[in-house]
T-cell receptor, first 119, second 112 residues
Framework: DTGVSQDPRHKITKRGQNVTFRCDPI?????LYWYRQTLGQGPEFLTY????????KSRLLSDRFSAERPKGSFSTLEIQRTEQGDSAMYLC?????????????????FGQGTRLTVV | QKEVEQNSGPLSVPEGAIASLNCTYS??????FFWYRQYSGKSPELIMF????GDKEDGRFTAQLNKASQYVSLLIRDSQPSDSATYLC????????????FGQGTILTVHP
């Protein structure tokens, strides 16, 4: 399978616990994004990497959230001291700059997501 | 005001009809626009993208962009029950700024 892979697919945790999610992007993609989606809403941007550099973090991302992409390949998203409001689908996407004219934004391909439930 | 707005629907069309999905955006700096389809419980999958004013066709799908009106649409011809899903419109801002801003999605139901 050469698509974006996320692990785990589902996670149930007790409030106050820490959780970590992993994302493996499409191998030749240098950009990696994390989004969060709640029921009935579109995905909300959380953070974005180009290679190993984290270029932007959303204001939505509290200090309890941290993301890394240490070698410019896979990425992890950690949530510390989880709260019930963190329950959502966490989506990872990747994209590449190659092959597009004019420097326009390339299409992002999504993984299957990690559904987090905080009880 | 949300940056990308969609009519949440639900939009219901009969099989074989044309489904028309609409999206407006507030930031004139938006340069690229994407339509994703999302089945219940699944992740979004890309249908089409459009950068230039006018129409872009791919099979049964046509994306339309009007930058002056800040309006994007997706037409689905010969709608099938398998097209029933949530359709997400997203806007992006060029190569150095990779994030997409999504609308809330329009639920489409195609009934036999």
């Amino acid at each position: 399978d050469t698509g974006v892979s996320q692990d785990p697919r589902h996670k149930i945790t007790k409030r106050g616990q820490n959780v970590t999610f992993r994302c493996d992007p499409i191998s030749e993609h240098n950009r990696l994004y994390w989004y969060r989606q709640t029921l009935g809403q579109g995905p909300e941007f959380l953070t974005y990497f180009q290679n190993e550099a984290q270029l932007e973090k959303s204001r939505l991302l509290s200090d309890r959230f941290s993301a890394e992409r240490p070698k410019g390949s896979f990425s992890t998203l950690e949530i510390q001291r989880t709260e019930q409001g963190d329950s959502a689908m966490y989506l990872c996407a990747s994209s590449s700059l190659r092959g597009f004219p004019g420097g326009l934004n390339t299409e992002a391909f999504f993984g299957q997501g990690t559904r987090l439930t905080v009880v | 005001q949300k940056e990308v707005e969609q009519n949440s629907g639900p939009l219901s069309v009969p099989e074989g009809a044309i489904a028309s999905l609409n999206c407006t955006y507030s930031d004139r700096g938006s340069q690229s626009f994407f339509w994703y389809r999302q089945y219940s419980g699944k992740s979004p999958e890309l249908i089409m993208f459009i950068y230039s004013n006018g129409d872009k066709e791919d099979g049964r799908f046509t994306a339309q962009l009007n930058k002056a009106s800040q309006y994007v649409s997706l037409l689905i011809r010969d709608s099938q029950p398998s097209d029933s899903a949530t359709y997400l419109c997203a806007a992006g801002w060029g190569t150095s700024y990779g994030k997409l801003t999504f609308g809330q999605g329009t639920i489409l139901t195609v009934h036999p």
